[in-house]
């Protein structure tokens, strides 16, 4: 197929001190040539049926919110990962439980940032379209911490950026001037809410992406909305009841590939290829979900049968214990505070789960005891080691 036709425009444009570069305004949406539906076809069909029994999950977990809870959490450390912090799951819980986490602040503040924005964009979706403002509003979130605050948090940028190099003039790509940006955001939006359009939710997924990130139109955190936008997008088409679709494990690990498609699209026009690359991600993202979701439901029944099993099951041991599955790491202040329970019967309760195995005290002090739900946690934070520097 030709694809040059899908091509964007280069513009000429001048930095300060005279040199000139070539930023990239890319073609409208959807690809014009269409696209090869009939080479994109059997992973659809794949990637429909794995996220098919990743929302039948959804329904036979014991409390779908739980679930959602820590993967989303799970989400914006790997999102973030991406991007260069060394903030792991653990650093999240220890920081939400005012405890100190094992890397910089920045770090740590920056993934929570991520949480209240992914939040925030899922609920203001079940009543407010998917739009520039609503973009504009999930990014101020986003971007609402000491590093971002000078990053014209919650604003599209009115100055050119660039991703690679020192300069625009030896940058691997070059976005839109600032003059084109509003022109390019406009098109952008009208893909969104086009019905004359009939492509498969999954297919606009991988298309808007790909679209946002070239436009890249905040001076930073292009990356993590990007990836925010493609769960928002199957919320709003109503291919899950519940957003349990996150790629960034997959895109993390794939992540000089996933870049390289970015690039590719770009330079070739070549929009099949990288959807081929999105679907097999869904495909592979949602059977490790619906299996991390299996093997939560195995554990927690495996847990009370365990404390049945021992003959001390009290109500406070399986209250302490429901709240331990919404946050797997939790200070004996919170329990105390969350369960409506003594001190001495959370500190008791917690002494009974720790002597049969299903919880680990971290900090062996003697005040201020930090617990988790060990093998819970384990679960969840499969893939969500920090990346080498």
């Known amino acids: 197929m030709q694809t040059k036709e899908r091509l964007g425009q280069y513009v000429k444009c001048s930095a300060v001190g005279g040199e000139h570069y070539s930023a990239y305004v890319p073609q409208k949406l959807p690809p014009n040539p269409p696209l090869n539906m009939e080479e994109l076809y059997p992973l659809l069909d794949q990637a429909s049926a794995a996220l098919g029994r990743l929302d039948g999950m959804s329904m036979v977990l014991p409390d779908p919110s739980l679930f959602l809870y820590m993967y989303v959490r799970k989400e914006a450390v790997l999102s973030s990962q991406i991007e260069g912090t060394q903030s792991s799951l653990s650093d999240l819980l220890l920081f939400e439980s005012d405890a100190v986490p094992g890397v910089p602040m920045g770090d740590v503040t920056e993934v929570s940032c991520y949480v209240a924005a992914m939040n925030d964009g899922l609920s203001r979706l079940k009543d407010f379209p998917l739009s520039l403002r609503l973009l504009r ?90 990836r925010l936008l493609i769960t928002f997008i199957l919320c709003v088409e109503g291919v899950l009841k519940e957003p349990l679709l996150y790629l960034s494990l997959y895109l993390k690990a794939n992540r000089q590939i996933y870049y390289d498609h970015l690039q590719s699209v770009r330079e070739t026009g070549d929009w099949e290829s990288w959807i081929k690359f999105f679907l097999t991600g869904v495909i592979e993202t949602a059977n490790q979900a619906t299996e991390t979701a299996q093997a939560v439901i195995k554990l927690f029944s495996k847990d009370q049968e365990t404390i049945s099993a021992s003959g001390k099951s009290t109500a406070a041991i399986r209250t302490i214990l429901a709240y331990l599955q919404r946050h797997p790491m939790a200070n004996t202040t919170a329990m105390k505070d969350a369960c409506g329970v003594s001190l001495p019967t959370v500190l008791r309760s917690l002494q009974t789960l720790e002597s049969i195995g299903i919880v680990h005290e971290t900090t062996g002090k003697e005040r201020h005891k930090l617990f988790i739900y060990k093998d819970y946690l384990a679960l969840l934070s499969q893939g969500t080691e920090p990346l080498s520097r």
């Not at 971002?148 to 919650?154: D, N, V």
């Not at 492509?199 to 955190?221: N, R, Y």
């Open 137 to 226: 509003d999930i990014h101020a979130k986003l971007m609402n911490n000491s590093r971002g605050s000078h990053k014209r948090p919650g604003e599209f940028r009115t100055s050119q950026n660039w991703i690679g190099g020192s300069r625009p003039g030896n940058a691997r790509f070059v976005p839109p001037p600032p003059e084109r940006l509003m022109e390019t955001l406009d098109l952008f939006e009208k893909f969104l809410h086009d019905d004359s359009v009939k492509l498969p939710a999954l297919i606009k997924a991988a298309l808007v992406h790909v679209q946002f990130e070239t436009i890249h139109p905040f001076l930073d955190g292009n990356g993590r909305l990007g």
